[in-house]
């Protein structure tokens, strides 16, 4: 942890401190991934590591606000999203290799942080700005490096002229979202990981490209 970490009423938290409240982050994340959100609370959170909910309140002004830390200590993480894209070709074999590790790092990404990740989902659907704020900051750690690949494609004469970058890059990284949320109930559908991947890399792949790939 870098930088000054404070109290909920300013004071600078020392090293004790610091790892006290980390270890209340990291039991939160826990309960997180088998509790529903709004059925967390401080007093759970506080036993479950081992310390009280005055404590907790040293730290945190609510549940609510421990998750939105730990909400964006993921979203500061989302570069490695953006690293999947960096100069990486979309000609040729290349561009299905590209392909096939975007969405190999995406699904990763999001059953990493699932848990996080469902909450997020939850309060921007209800319209809560510092949650959507959020999620697109992740979503755009790919989304303006795809757009800039079909931009770059489209300026040498490799897709139509018509095509407009910014919506087709939207589109996918929107799919690879809901897809990447909804990974454990493909499984339902009788579809495997190991099935659902070169799939959704062949859908991003002509998005991209507006070709089949070339393996």
């Not at 759970?44 to 606000?65: C, H």
């Not at 109930?185 to 495997?192: E, P, Q, R």
Request: hydrophobic share 40%; glycine share 8%; aromatic share 6%.
């Amino acid at each position: 942890m870098t930088g000054q970490v404070r109290t909920v009423d300013g004071r600078v938290a020392g090293r004790r401190g610091q790892a006290t409240r980390q270890k209340l982050l990291d039991c939160l994340s826990e309960m997180l991934s088998s509790s529903p959100y709004r059925d967390v609370k401080v007093i759970d959170v506080a036993r479950k590591a081992g310390t009280s909910p005055a404590t907790f309140y040293q730290y945190f002004p609510d549940v609510e606000g421990a998750v939105l830390e730990i909400a964006e200590q993921m979203a500061s993480q989302s570069s490695v999203l953006t690293e999947l894209l960096e100069g990486r070709s979309w000609v040729g074999k290349a561009g299905w290799q590209t392909a096939q590790e975007l969405v190999e790092g995406f699904l990763d990404f999001w059953r990493r942080n699932d848990a996080i990740l469902r909450v997020v989902d939850l309060g921007a659907a209800e319209g809560d700005k510092r949650f959507y704020k959020l999620r697109m900051k992740i979503l755009n750690s790919v989304n303006s490096s795809l757009a800039d690949s079909v931009a770059e494609l489209q300026s040498k004469g490799r897709i139509d002229k018509d095509v407009n970058p910014a919506a087709i890059a939207g589109a996918l990284v929107a799919m690879l979202a809901a897809v990447a949320s909804h990974q454990k109930g493909f499984t339902s559908w009788g579809v495997k990981q190991a099935e659902l991947k070169p799939n959704l890399a062949l859908l991003v792949h002509l998005g991209v490209t507006g070709k089949k790939p070339t393996r």
